[in-house]
Protein backbone atom coordinates (compact mmCIF):
# COMPACT_ATOMS: atom_id res chain seq x y z
CA UNK A 1 0.00 0.00 0.00
CA UNK A 2 0.94 3.83 -0.70
CA UNK A 3 0.01 5.78 2.08
CA UNK A 4 -1.57 9.11 1.22
CA UNK A 5 -1.99 10.52 4.40
CA UNK A 6 -4.55 9.53 6.41
CA UNK A 7 -6.20 7.16 3.37
CA UNK A 8 -4.29 4.59 1.70
CA UNK A 9 -4.59 3.89 -1.86
CA UNK A 10 -3.68 0.42 -3.37
CA UNK A 11 -5.99 -1.80 -5.18
CA UNK A 12 -7.81 -5.25 -5.85
CA UNK A 13 -7.76 -7.19 -8.84
CA UNK A 14 -7.04 -4.09 -10.72
CA UNK A 15 -9.47 -2.34 -9.31
CA UNK A 16 -8.02 1.12 -6.99
CA UNK A 17 -9.02 0.57 -3.59
CA UNK A 18 -9.02 3.53 -0.93
CA UNK A 19 -8.53 1.91 2.57
CA UNK A 20 -9.76 4.48 5.68
CA UNK A 21 -8.59 2.90 9.19
CA UNK A 22 -11.21 2.45 12.13
CA UNK A 23 -12.80 0.73 14.62
CA UNK A 24 -16.29 -0.65 14.51
CA UNK A 25 -18.80 -2.07 11.82
CA UNK A 26 -16.78 -1.96 8.57
CA UNK A 27 -18.18 -0.13 5.44
CA UNK A 28 -17.20 -0.66 2.28
CA UNK A 29 -18.69 0.45 -1.63
CA UNK A 30 -17.93 0.34 -5.26
CA UNK A 31 -18.23 3.63 -7.15
CA UNK A 32 -18.96 3.70 -10.77
CA UNK A 33 -18.28 6.82 -13.50
CA UNK A 34 -21.37 6.49 -14.36
CA UNK A 35 -24.70 8.41 -14.10
CA UNK A 36 -27.55 9.90 -15.05
CA UNK A 37 -25.64 12.83 -17.21
CA UNK A 38 -24.21 10.36 -19.58
CA UNK A 39 -27.79 9.15 -20.88
CA UNK A 40 -29.64 10.51 -23.43
CA UNK A 41 -33.46 11.96 -22.51
CA UNK A 42 -34.82 9.93 -24.58
CA UNK A 43 -33.09 6.64 -22.65
CA UNK A 44 -33.03 8.24 -19.21
CA UNK A 45 -33.17 5.74 -16.79
CA UNK A 46 -30.74 2.93 -17.74
CA UNK A 47 -28.04 3.44 -15.08
CA UNK A 48 -30.83 3.61 -12.17
CA UNK A 49 -32.41 -0.09 -13.80
CA UNK A 50 -28.94 -1.19 -13.75
CA UNK A 51 -28.52 -0.63 -9.85
CA UNK A 52 -31.27 -2.10 -9.07
CA UNK A 53 -31.43 -5.71 -10.75
CA UNK A 54 -27.91 -5.51 -9.10
CA UNK A 55 -29.11 -5.32 -6.10
CA UNK A 56 -31.99 -7.14 -6.00
CA UNK A 57 -29.80 -10.56 -5.40
CA UNK A 58 -28.86 -9.80 -2.70
CA UNK A 59 -32.51 -10.40 -0.82
CA UNK A 60 -33.85 -9.12 2.44
CA UNK A 61 -29.99 -9.47 3.75
CA UNK A 62 -29.33 -8.88 7.11
CA UNK A 63 -26.68 -6.14 7.24
CA UNK A 64 -27.42 -2.51 5.29
CA UNK A 65 -26.71 -2.01 2.27
CA UNK A 66 -28.61 0.02 -0.79
CA UNK A 67 -27.27 1.90 -4.30
CA UNK A 68 -27.27 5.58 -5.42
CA UNK A 69 -27.49 6.67 -8.87
CA UNK A 70 -26.26 10.54 -9.46
CA UNK A 71 -25.62 12.49 -11.88
CA UNK A 72 -22.11 11.15 -12.75
CA UNK A 73 -21.59 8.23 -10.65
CA UNK A 74 -22.91 5.19 -9.15
CA UNK A 75 -22.33 3.54 -6.06
CA UNK A 76 -23.28 0.49 -4.33
CA UNK A 77 -22.36 0.78 -0.25
CA UNK A 78 -23.13 -1.89 2.79
CA UNK A 79 -22.04 -2.17 6.38
CA UNK A 80 -21.35 -5.28 8.25
CA UNK A 81 -19.35 -7.44 9.78
CA UNK A 82 -16.44 -9.19 6.72
CA UNK A 83 -17.61 -11.72 5.94
CA UNK A 84 -20.69 -9.76 4.82
CA UNK A 85 -19.01 -7.30 3.19
CA UNK A 86 -17.38 -9.63 1.31
CA UNK A 87 -20.45 -11.23 0.15
CA UNK A 88 -21.64 -8.03 -0.59
CA UNK A 89 -19.31 -6.91 -2.75
CA UNK A 90 -18.76 -10.38 -5.00
CA UNK A 91 -22.53 -10.54 -5.13
CA UNK A 92 -22.98 -6.75 -6.87
CA UNK A 93 -19.96 -7.79 -9.48
CA UNK A 94 -21.46 -10.66 -10.22
CA UNK A 95 -24.88 -9.28 -10.41
CA UNK A 96 -23.32 -7.07 -12.98
CA UNK A 97 -21.88 -9.57 -15.33
CA UNK A 98 -25.11 -11.54 -15.11
CA UNK A 99 -28.05 -8.87 -14.79
CA UNK A 100 -31.44 -11.01 -13.46
CA UNK A 101 -33.28 -10.36 -16.82
CA UNK A 102 -35.84 -12.35 -15.37
CA UNK A 103 -37.02 -9.34 -12.81
CA UNK A 104 -36.98 -6.50 -16.20
CA UNK A 105 -40.29 -5.96 -15.82
CA UNK A 106 -40.54 -5.86 -12.35
CA UNK A 107 -37.85 -3.58 -11.23
CA UNK A 108 -39.27 -1.50 -13.94
CA UNK A 109 -42.80 -1.18 -11.88
CA UNK A 110 -40.91 -0.53 -9.04
CA UNK A 111 -38.21 2.69 -10.64
CA UNK A 112 -42.25 4.07 -11.91
CA UNK A 113 -43.66 3.79 -8.07
CA UNK A 114 -40.44 5.86 -7.02
CA UNK A 115 -40.57 8.02 -9.15
CA UNK A 116 -44.05 9.21 -9.03
CA UNK A 117 -42.86 10.34 -5.44
CA UNK A 118 -39.85 12.40 -6.58
CA UNK A 119 -39.50 16.27 -6.80
CA UNK A 120 -37.42 16.98 -10.12
CA UNK A 121 -35.17 19.90 -9.84
CA UNK A 122 -35.54 22.75 -12.43
CA UNK A 123 -32.34 24.49 -12.15
CA UNK A 124 -30.48 21.58 -13.89
CA UNK A 125 -32.52 21.75 -17.45
CA UNK A 126 -32.56 25.56 -17.09
CA UNK A 127 -28.97 25.70 -17.08
CA UNK A 128 -27.74 22.88 -18.76
CA UNK A 129 -30.70 22.16 -21.25
CA UNK A 130 -32.01 18.81 -22.33
CA UNK A 131 -28.79 16.83 -22.22
CA UNK A 132 -26.11 15.98 -19.60
CA UNK A 133 -26.28 17.51 -16.34
CA UNK A 134 -29.88 18.72 -17.17
CA UNK A 135 -31.13 15.14 -17.06
CA UNK A 136 -31.91 15.06 -13.66
CA UNK A 137 -34.88 17.67 -14.38
CA UNK A 138 -36.63 15.13 -16.65
CA UNK A 139 -38.65 11.81 -15.82
CA UNK A 140 -37.19 8.37 -16.47
CA UNK A 141 -38.86 7.96 -19.90
CA UNK A 142 -36.64 5.33 -20.94
CA UNK A 143 -37.21 2.95 -19.04
CA UNK A 144 -40.34 1.38 -20.70
CA UNK A 145 -38.68 1.19 -23.67
CA UNK A 146 -35.58 -0.93 -22.87
CA UNK A 147 -35.20 -4.32 -23.52
CA UNK A 148 -32.93 -6.93 -22.03
CA UNK A 149 -30.00 -6.25 -24.64
CA UNK A 150 -30.05 -2.50 -24.09
CA UNK A 151 -29.70 -2.98 -20.34
CA UNK A 152 -26.47 -5.81 -20.79
CA UNK A 153 -24.90 -3.97 -23.33
CA UNK A 154 -24.72 -0.45 -21.18
CA UNK A 155 -23.61 -2.28 -17.82
CA UNK A 156 -20.89 -4.30 -20.02
CA UNK A 157 -20.10 -0.34 -21.62
CA UNK A 158 -19.60 1.17 -18.13
CA UNK A 159 -19.64 -0.79 -14.91
CA UNK A 160 -16.55 -2.22 -16.31
CA UNK A 161 -12.92 -2.76 -13.91
CA UNK A 162 -11.23 0.45 -15.44
CA UNK A 163 -14.50 2.24 -14.77
CA UNK A 164 -14.56 1.36 -11.26
CA UNK A 165 -12.96 2.09 -7.49
CA UNK A 166 -13.43 0.05 -4.24
CA UNK A 167 -13.26 2.06 -0.76
CA UNK A 168 -13.19 0.26 2.45
CA UNK A 169 -13.49 1.65 5.92
CA UNK A 170 -12.45 -0.99 8.37
CA UNK A 171 -9.58 -2.85 10.00
CA UNK A 172 -8.37 -3.76 6.58
CA UNK A 173 -9.21 -5.05 3.81
CA UNK A 174 -11.29 -8.15 3.83
CA UNK A 175 -9.06 -10.99 2.69
CA UNK A 176 -9.98 -13.32 0.01
CA UNK A 177 -12.08 -10.16 -2.03
CA UNK A 178 -12.22 -10.54 -5.50
CA UNK A 179 -14.05 -8.21 -7.57
CA UNK A 180 -14.89 -9.99 -11.15
CA UNK A 181 -16.17 -7.10 -13.72
CA UNK A 182 -15.82 -7.25 -17.57
CA UNK A 183 -12.75 -5.50 -18.55
CA UNK A 184 -13.07 -1.70 -19.74
CA UNK A 185 -11.70 1.33 -19.73
CA UNK A 186 -12.31 4.61 -17.45
CA UNK A 187 -14.61 7.28 -18.73
CA UNK A 188 -14.42 11.00 -18.93
CA UNK A 189 -16.47 12.73 -17.24
CA UNK A 190 -19.64 13.72 -19.44
CA UNK A 191 -19.78 17.41 -21.17
CA UNK A 192 -20.69 20.54 -19.41
CA UNK A 193 -23.39 22.06 -21.75
CA UNK A 194 -24.93 25.17 -21.44
CA UNK A 195 -28.97 26.66 -22.44
CA UNK A 196 -28.16 30.12 -21.44
CA UNK A 197 -26.50 32.99 -23.49
CA UNK A 198 -25.40 34.81 -20.95
CA UNK A 199 -25.51 35.08 -17.00
CA UNK A 200 -26.21 36.11 -14.35
CA UNK A 201 -29.57 35.02 -15.65
CA UNK A 202 -32.94 34.34 -13.75
CA UNK A 203 -35.76 32.30 -14.52
CA UNK A 204 -39.60 32.32 -13.01
CA UNK A 205 -41.67 29.42 -11.39
CA UNK A 206 -44.54 28.53 -10.07
CA UNK A 207 -42.43 27.80 -6.27
CA UNK A 208 -42.67 30.17 -2.95
CA UNK A 209 -39.16 30.66 -2.62
CA UNK A 210 -36.11 31.51 -3.97
CA UNK A 211 -33.17 29.42 -5.17
CA UNK A 212 -29.73 29.89 -6.49
CA UNK A 213 -27.26 27.91 -8.48
CA UNK A 214 -23.49 29.17 -9.30
CA UNK A 215 -20.82 27.66 -10.59
CA UNK A 216 -17.33 28.21 -9.24
CA UNK A 217 -13.81 26.83 -8.88
CA UNK A 218 -13.96 24.14 -6.48
CA UNK A 219 -11.47 25.35 -3.93
CA UNK A 220 -11.43 25.56 0.04
CA UNK A 221 -12.94 29.21 -0.38
CA UNK A 222 -15.94 27.94 -2.02
CA UNK A 223 -16.55 25.59 0.45
CA UNK A 224 -15.93 28.76 2.98
CA UNK A 225 -18.14 30.82 1.09
CA UNK A 226 -21.29 28.32 1.16
CA UNK A 227 -20.67 28.37 4.73
CA UNK A 228 -20.40 31.71 4.98
CA UNK A 229 -23.33 32.67 2.59
CA UNK A 230 -26.05 30.36 4.46
CA UNK A 231 -25.42 32.30 7.95
CA UNK A 232 -25.76 35.93 5.94
CA UNK A 233 -29.16 34.86 4.45
CA UNK A 234 -29.99 33.47 7.49
CA UNK A 235 -29.25 36.37 9.78
CA UNK A 236 -30.77 38.88 6.60
CA UNK A 237 -34.07 36.42 6.37
CA UNK A 238 -35.19 34.63 9.37
CA UNK A 239 -33.38 36.61 12.19
CA UNK A 240 -33.82 40.15 11.26
CA UNK A 241 -36.22 40.17 8.49
CA UNK A 242 -38.79 37.54 10.16
CA UNK A 243 -39.58 36.18 6.23
CA UNK A 244 -37.95 33.13 5.75
CA UNK A 245 -37.85 29.78 8.29
CA UNK A 246 -35.75 27.62 6.09
CA UNK A 247 -32.32 29.34 4.50
CA UNK A 248 -29.81 27.17 3.29
CA UNK A 249 -26.50 26.92 1.55
CA UNK A 250 -24.45 24.07 0.17
CA UNK A 251 -21.03 23.43 -1.90
CA UNK A 252 -21.26 20.18 -4.08
CA UNK A 253 -17.87 19.70 -6.13
CA UNK A 254 -18.60 19.04 -9.73
CA UNK A 255 -15.01 16.55 -9.32
CA UNK A 256 -14.34 18.64 -12.87
CA UNK A 257 -12.73 21.41 -11.23
CA UNK A 258 -16.13 23.47 -10.63
CA UNK A 259 -17.99 23.61 -7.94
CA UNK A 260 -21.99 24.31 -7.98
CA UNK A 261 -22.80 26.64 -5.27
CA UNK A 262 -26.41 25.89 -4.41
CA UNK A 263 -29.06 28.05 -1.94
CA UNK A 264 -32.13 28.67 -0.70
CA UNK A 265 -35.02 30.83 0.78
CA UNK A 266 -38.04 29.60 1.46
CA UNK A 267 -41.42 32.25 1.10
CA UNK A 268 -45.15 33.01 2.26
CA UNK A 269 -47.25 34.10 -1.13
CA UNK A 270 -47.22 37.88 1.10
CA UNK A 271 -43.68 37.85 1.69
CA UNK A 272 -42.45 36.78 -1.78
CA UNK A 273 -41.09 40.19 -2.32
CA UNK A 274 -39.04 40.65 0.48
CA UNK A 275 -37.45 37.33 0.60
CA UNK A 276 -36.59 38.30 -2.84
CA UNK A 277 -35.13 41.57 -2.25
CA UNK A 278 -33.25 39.97 0.97
CA UNK A 279 -31.44 37.28 -0.67
CA UNK A 280 -29.96 39.27 -3.70
CA UNK A 281 -28.78 42.55 -0.79
CA UNK A 282 -27.17 39.74 0.90
CA UNK A 283 -25.50 38.09 -2.86
CA UNK A 284 -24.50 41.64 -3.67
CA UNK A 285 -22.96 43.05 0.22
CA UNK A 286 -20.62 39.89 -0.33
CA UNK A 287 -20.17 40.51 -4.26
CA UNK A 288 -18.79 43.90 -2.54
CA UNK A 289 -16.34 42.54 -0.45
CA UNK A 290 -18.58 42.86 2.93
CA UNK A 291 -17.32 39.23 4.83
CA UNK A 292 -18.41 39.15 7.93
CA UNK A 293 -14.76 38.23 10.17
CA UNK A 294 -17.31 36.01 12.63
CA UNK A 295 -18.89 34.12 10.05
CA UNK A 296 -15.53 34.02 8.50
CA UNK A 297 -14.35 32.60 11.92
CA UNK A 298 -17.09 30.17 12.67
CA UNK A 299 -17.31 28.70 9.34
CA UNK A 300 -13.58 27.80 8.87
CA UNK A 301 -13.67 26.48 12.66
CA UNK A 302 -16.31 24.37 11.91
CA UNK A 303 -14.51 22.86 8.57
CA UNK A 304 -11.62 22.17 10.52
CA UNK A 305 -12.86 20.45 13.46
CA UNK A 306 -14.63 18.52 11.17
CA UNK A 307 -11.59 17.21 8.98
CA UNK A 308 -9.74 16.70 12.51
CA UNK A 309 -12.65 14.30 13.93
CA UNK A 310 -11.91 10.34 14.20
CA UNK A 311 -14.40 9.13 11.69
CA UNK A 312 -12.97 12.09 9.25
CA UNK A 313 -10.54 9.74 6.97
CA UNK A 314 -13.92 7.64 6.77
CA UNK A 315 -16.58 10.44 5.37
CA UNK A 316 -14.12 11.42 2.97
CA UNK A 317 -13.40 8.04 1.16
CA UNK A 318 -16.80 8.03 -0.87
CA UNK A 319 -15.59 11.83 -2.29
CA UNK A 320 -12.05 10.45 -2.55
CA UNK A 321 -13.68 7.54 -4.46
CA UNK A 322 -15.11 9.86 -7.18
CA UNK A 323 -12.11 12.15 -7.52
CA UNK A 324 -9.99 9.38 -8.21
CA UNK A 325 -12.43 8.12 -10.69
CA UNK A 326 -12.52 11.66 -12.53
CA UNK A 327 -8.51 11.59 -12.47
CA UNK A 328 -8.14 13.44 -9.18
CA UNK A 329 -5.44 11.71 -6.60
CA UNK A 330 -7.12 12.01 -2.57
CA UNK A 331 -5.20 15.35 -1.30
CA UNK A 332 -3.89 14.38 1.90
CA UNK A 333 -5.48 15.25 5.12
CA UNK A 334 -2.89 17.97 5.84
CA UNK A 335 -3.04 19.85 2.84
CA UNK A 336 -6.95 20.38 3.10
CA UNK A 337 -6.23 21.96 6.66
CA UNK A 338 -3.50 24.02 5.01
CA UNK A 339 -5.73 25.40 2.36
CA UNK A 340 -8.61 25.90 5.09
CA UNK A 341 -6.39 27.95 7.13
CA UNK A 342 -4.76 30.18 4.44
CA UNK A 343 -8.86 31.50 3.32
CA UNK A 344 -9.21 34.82 3.76
CA UNK A 345 -11.88 37.22 3.72
CA UNK A 346 -10.81 38.60 -0.10
CA UNK A 347 -10.65 34.77 -1.19
CA UNK A 348 -14.17 34.53 -0.25
CA UNK A 349 -15.22 38.02 -1.78
CA UNK A 350 -13.06 36.41 -5.05
CA UNK A 351 -15.33 33.40 -5.12
CA UNK A 352 -18.73 35.72 -4.23
CA UNK A 353 -17.30 37.66 -7.60
CA UNK A 354 -17.20 34.32 -9.74
CA UNK A 355 -20.21 33.01 -8.23
CA UNK A 356 -22.27 36.30 -9.29
CA UNK A 357 -21.17 35.68 -13.24
CA UNK A 358 -22.08 32.58 -13.21
CA UNK A 359 -26.00 32.79 -11.35
CA UNK A 360 -28.82 30.87 -12.30
CA UNK A 361 -31.46 32.16 -9.99
CA UNK A 362 -35.05 30.99 -9.80
CA UNK A 363 -37.65 33.37 -8.14
CA UNK A 364 -41.20 32.74 -7.93
CA UNK A 365 -43.67 33.16 -10.36
CA UNK A 366 -44.60 36.67 -11.19
CA UNK A 367 -41.44 38.07 -10.31
CA UNK A 368 -38.14 39.58 -12.01
CA UNK A 369 -34.73 39.85 -11.43
CA UNK A 370 -33.74 42.26 -13.96
CA UNK A 371 -34.17 44.73 -12.04
CA UNK A 372 -31.17 43.67 -10.00
CA UNK A 373 -29.08 43.04 -13.47
CA UNK A 374 -30.29 39.45 -14.15
CA UNK A 375 -30.92 38.97 -17.47
CA UNK A 376 -34.51 36.23 -18.15
CA UNK A 377 -33.55 32.72 -19.43
CA UNK A 378 -34.25 32.38 -22.70
CA UNK A 379 -38.08 30.93 -23.70
CA UNK A 380 -37.70 31.27 -27.04
CA UNK A 381 -35.73 30.86 -30.19
CA UNK A 382 -34.00 33.53 -32.21
CA UNK A 383 -35.26 32.40 -35.26
CA UNK A 384 -38.04 30.30 -36.80
CA UNK A 385 -37.54 27.56 -39.66
CA UNK A 386 -38.69 28.00 -43.21
CA UNK A 387 -41.38 25.62 -44.60
CA UNK A 388 -45.06 24.35 -44.60
CA UNK A 389 -46.90 26.94 -42.30
CA UNK A 390 -50.04 25.62 -40.46
CA UNK A 391 -52.32 27.78 -38.36
CA UNK A 392 -54.39 27.32 -35.69
CA UNK A 393 -57.90 27.00 -36.27
CA UNK A 394 -58.83 28.45 -32.81
CA UNK A 395 -57.65 31.96 -34.49
CA UNK A 396 -55.04 32.52 -31.99
CA UNK A 397 -52.86 33.99 -34.30
CA UNK A 398 -50.47 30.79 -33.62
CA UNK A 399 -48.82 28.82 -35.73
CA UNK A 400 -46.91 26.02 -36.83
CA UNK A 401 -43.86 26.11 -39.16
CA UNK A 402 -43.26 22.48 -40.51
CA UNK A 403 -39.40 22.57 -41.86
CA UNK A 404 -36.63 20.38 -43.61
CA UNK A 405 -34.44 20.88 -40.84
CA UNK A 406 -36.79 21.14 -37.55
CA UNK A 407 -40.44 22.38 -36.55
CA UNK A 408 -41.23 26.32 -35.18
CA UNK A 409 -43.91 27.29 -33.27
CA UNK A 410 -44.96 31.03 -33.75
CA UNK A 411 -47.07 33.18 -31.88
CA UNK A 412 -47.37 36.72 -31.16
CA UNK A 413 -46.07 38.80 -27.80
CA UNK A 414 -48.58 41.09 -26.06
CA UNK A 415 -46.78 43.99 -27.99
CA UNK A 416 -47.99 42.34 -31.42
CA UNK A 417 -44.55 41.09 -32.54
CA UNK A 418 -43.54 37.71 -33.60
CA UNK A 419 -42.07 34.94 -31.11
CA UNK A 420 -40.87 31.75 -32.20
CA UNK A 421 -39.93 28.42 -30.21
CA UNK A 422 -37.70 25.87 -32.67
CA UNK A 423 -36.54 22.73 -32.11
CA UNK A 424 -34.45 21.41 -34.80
CA UNK A 425 -34.13 17.89 -36.38
CA UNK A 426 -30.77 17.25 -35.40
CA UNK A 427 -30.70 18.82 -32.00
CA UNK A 428 -34.19 17.13 -30.94
CA UNK A 429 -33.36 15.03 -27.85
CA UNK A 430 -36.27 13.48 -27.51
CA UNK A 431 -39.97 13.43 -29.30
CA UNK A 432 -42.96 11.95 -27.41
CA UNK A 433 -45.31 10.26 -29.29
CA UNK A 434 -49.12 9.63 -28.95
CA UNK A 435 -51.19 7.56 -30.96
CA UNK A 436 -53.44 10.32 -32.02
CA UNK A 437 -50.98 12.46 -33.73
CA UNK A 438 -49.45 14.22 -31.50
CA UNK A 439 -46.13 14.94 -31.09
CA UNK A 440 -43.75 16.78 -28.27
CA UNK A 441 -40.26 17.88 -29.36
CA UNK A 442 -37.95 19.06 -27.30
CA UNK A 443 -34.92 20.13 -27.99
CA UNK A 444 -31.06 20.26 -25.70
CA UNK A 445 -31.51 23.15 -25.26
CA UNK A 446 -34.65 22.07 -23.15
CA UNK A 447 -37.44 24.33 -25.56
CA UNK A 448 -40.26 22.16 -26.70
CA UNK A 449 -42.59 22.53 -29.46
CA UNK A 450 -45.85 20.48 -29.41
CA UNK A 451 -47.30 19.44 -32.74
CA UNK A 452 -51.26 18.50 -32.40
CA UNK A 453 -52.82 17.96 -35.53
CA UNK A 454 -56.30 18.94 -35.05
CA UNK A 455 -55.37 22.14 -33.66
CA UNK A 456 -53.29 23.07 -36.65
CA UNK A 457 -55.07 20.98 -39.23
CA UNK A 458 -52.10 19.32 -40.25
CA UNK A 459 -52.42 16.62 -43.26
CA UNK A 460 -51.46 12.51 -42.63
CA UNK A 461 -48.90 13.44 -45.49
CA UNK A 462 -47.65 16.66 -42.98
CA UNK A 463 -47.32 14.55 -40.14
CA UNK A 464 -45.53 11.12 -41.35
CA UNK A 465 -42.59 13.43 -43.37
CA UNK A 466 -42.24 15.23 -39.81
CA UNK A 467 -41.47 11.67 -38.02
CA UNK A 468 -39.45 10.24 -40.61
CA UNK A 469 -37.00 13.17 -40.33
CA UNK A 470 -36.62 12.81 -36.89
CA UNK A 471 -33.69 10.93 -35.10
CA UNK A 472 -35.20 6.96 -34.57
CA UNK A 473 -33.33 7.27 -31.82
CA UNK A 474 -35.43 10.75 -30.28
CA UNK A 475 -38.84 8.81 -30.00
CA UNK A 476 -40.81 7.94 -27.10
CA UNK A 477 -43.85 6.39 -27.36
CA UNK A 478 -46.73 7.75 -24.51
CA UNK A 479 -49.91 5.80 -24.05
CA UNK A 480 -53.08 6.98 -25.47
CA UNK A 481 -54.00 9.74 -23.69
CA UNK A 482 -57.30 11.54 -23.17
CA UNK A 483 -58.81 13.61 -26.97
CA UNK A 484 -59.18 17.38 -26.00
CA UNK A 485 -60.65 19.92 -28.13
CA UNK A 486 -58.55 22.28 -30.06
CA UNK A 487 -58.89 25.35 -28.27
CA UNK A 488 -56.23 28.07 -27.49
CA UNK A 489 -52.92 26.18 -25.84
CA UNK A 490 -50.64 27.91 -23.47
CA UNK A 491 -47.47 27.71 -24.91
CA UNK A 492 -44.64 27.09 -22.80
CA UNK A 493 -41.33 26.61 -24.38
CA UNK A 494 -39.51 26.38 -21.64
CA UNK A 495 -41.93 24.24 -19.53
CA UNK A 496 -40.82 21.51 -16.69
CA UNK A 497 -41.86 18.76 -18.90
CA UNK A 498 -43.86 15.31 -18.08
CA UNK A 499 -45.47 12.92 -20.30
CA UNK A 500 -49.19 14.30 -20.16
CA UNK A 501 -50.70 15.81 -22.69
CA UNK A 502 -50.51 19.86 -22.62
CA UNK A 503 -53.55 22.07 -20.85
CA UNK A 504 -55.54 23.72 -22.79
CA UNK A 505 -58.26 26.40 -22.17
CA UNK A 506 -61.54 24.94 -22.62
CA UNK A 507 -63.34 28.05 -24.61
CA UNK A 508 -62.83 28.59 -28.01
CA UNK A 509 -63.04 32.13 -29.22
CA UNK A 510 -66.34 32.47 -30.95
CA UNK A 511 -67.95 31.06 -27.61
CA UNK A 512 -65.85 34.03 -25.53
CA UNK A 513 -67.11 36.88 -28.41
CA UNK A 514 -70.98 35.05 -27.98
CA UNK A 515 -71.00 35.64 -23.96
CA UNK A 516 -69.38 38.65 -24.82
CA UNK A 517 -72.03 40.02 -26.72
CA UNK A 518 -75.12 38.61 -25.03
CA UNK A 519 -74.05 40.22 -21.59
CA UNK A 520 -73.76 43.64 -23.53
CA UNK A 521 -77.06 43.02 -24.66
CA UNK A 522 -78.05 42.31 -21.45
CA UNK A 523 -77.12 45.48 -19.89
CA UNK A 524 -78.93 47.52 -22.23
CA UNK A 525 -82.13 45.80 -22.33
CA UNK A 526 -82.44 46.51 -18.83
CA UNK A 527 -81.49 50.21 -19.76
CA UNK A 528 -84.14 50.43 -22.45
CA UNK A 529 -86.87 48.15 -19.63
CA UNK A 530 -86.39 50.59 -16.96
CA UNK A 531 -86.57 54.26 -19.04
CA UNK A 532 -90.01 52.91 -20.53
CA UNK A 533 -90.75 51.64 -16.92
CA UNK A 534 -89.70 55.37 -15.62
CA UNK A 535 -92.08 57.22 -18.33
CA UNK A 536 -95.32 55.49 -17.59
CA UNK A 537 -95.07 55.24 -13.81
CA UNK A 538 -95.82 57.38 -11.13
CA UNK A 539 -94.01 55.70 -8.32
CA UNK A 540 -92.54 57.60 -5.44
CA UNK A 541 -88.51 58.00 -4.75
CA UNK A 542 -88.36 55.12 -2.82
CA UNK A 543 -90.27 52.65 -4.93
CA UNK A 544 -87.83 53.83 -7.61
CA UNK A 545 -84.81 53.38 -5.74
CA UNK A 546 -85.59 49.55 -5.05
CA UNK A 547 -87.21 49.04 -8.93
CA UNK A 548 -83.76 50.14 -9.79
CA UNK A 549 -81.99 48.12 -7.58
CA UNK A 550 -83.77 45.32 -9.00
CA UNK A 551 -83.05 45.63 -12.55
CA UNK A 552 -79.10 46.46 -11.93
CA UNK A 553 -78.96 43.36 -9.70
CA UNK A 554 -80.78 41.47 -12.71
CA UNK A 555 -78.24 42.93 -15.19
CA UNK A 556 -75.53 42.10 -13.43
CA UNK A 557 -76.56 38.57 -12.81
CA UNK A 558 -76.91 38.33 -16.80
CA UNK A 559 -73.92 39.93 -17.34
CA UNK A 560 -71.39 38.00 -15.14
CA UNK A 561 -70.27 35.13 -17.33
CA UNK A 562 -69.03 37.50 -20.23
CA UNK A 563 -67.70 39.75 -17.29
CA UNK A 564 -65.66 36.64 -16.51
CA UNK A 565 -65.03 35.57 -19.92
CA UNK A 566 -63.22 39.22 -20.59
CA UNK A 567 -60.91 38.41 -17.39
CA UNK A 568 -60.11 35.17 -18.18
CA UNK A 569 -59.53 36.46 -22.28
CA UNK A 570 -56.52 39.23 -20.58
CA UNK A 571 -55.12 36.34 -18.23
CA UNK A 572 -54.34 34.03 -21.72
Not at 240 to 245: L, T
Request: charged content about 20%.
Amino acid sequence: MNPQADILLTDVDGIPALFAHTAGPMRAGLVFRVGVADETLARTGVTHLVEHLALHRQGLAAHDYNGTTKDAFTHFYTEGDEAQILAYLQSVCASLADLPMERLATEKEILRTEESRRDRPQLPLWRYGAQGYGLPSYPEWGVPLLGPDDVRHWAQTWFTQGNAVLWVAGERIPAGLSLKLPPGERRPLPAVTSALPSTPAYFSDGKGGVLLDAVVADTAAARVYAGVLERALTRALRQEGGYSYTTAADHTSRRDGHAVIAAFADALPDRQDAVLGGFVDVLAALQAGRVDGGDLETVRGRAETALTAPDAAVRRLVGAAEDLLAGRPPVPLEQQRAELRAVTDRHVHAVAVEAAGTALLQVPAGHSADWAGYTAAPTTSPYAVTGRRFTARDNSGCALVLGADGVSFVGREADGTESAATVLHRSCAAVLTWPDGGRRLIGTDGLVVDVEPDRYGIDATALAALDAALPPAAVVPQPPRERRPFTPAQHSAHPHATAQAPAFRRRTTGQTVSLVIWGILTVLLAFVALSVTVARSEFGTGEWVVMLGILWGIAALCAWPAIRILRDTRRM
